[in-house]
């Protein structure tokens, strides 16, 4: 069974930074798009960024020039680096990929278990 497993979440200060990993558990041929969202208490599940096979990505504005998406395509892995961090980026961080193919089949999404990123003031 596919999984997304997420790591690198945790407490920060504002100002500090904290790099997010999301591995594919199981034996993947590819995956197309990858990305993280996020959702803090009381609000909706929001886009932070995503990042196309290719490399192309794509930022929320609240994000942008502070956090930096990146991925290793041989290693089925996404990263999300992120700087300056504030305590409005406080939420539970979600990995997300889409058009997986393993071995066999093919898997339209998948979802990681989410990780916590706690930035105080």
């Known amino acids: 069974q596919v999984q997304l497993v997420e790591s690198g979440g945790g407490l920060v200060q504002a100002g500090g930074s904290l790099r997010l990993s999301c591995v594919a558990s199981?034996?993947?041929?590819?995956?197309?798009?990858m990305g993280w969202y996020r959702q803090a208490p009381g609000k909706q599940r929001e886009l932070v960024a995503t990042i196309t096979r290719g490399g192309w990505s794509n930022y929320s504005d609240s994000v942008k020039d502070r956090f930096t998406i990146s991925r290793d395509n041989d290693k089925k892995t996404v990263y999300l680096q992120m700087n300056n961090l504030k305590p409005e980026d406080t939420a539970v961080y979600y990995c997300n990929a889409r058009d997986i193919k393993p071995i066999v089949g093919k898997i339209s999404e998948l979802w990681g278990q989410g990780t916590q990123v706690t930035v105080s003031s």
């Open positions: 199981s034996i993947i041929i590819s995956i197309s798009d």
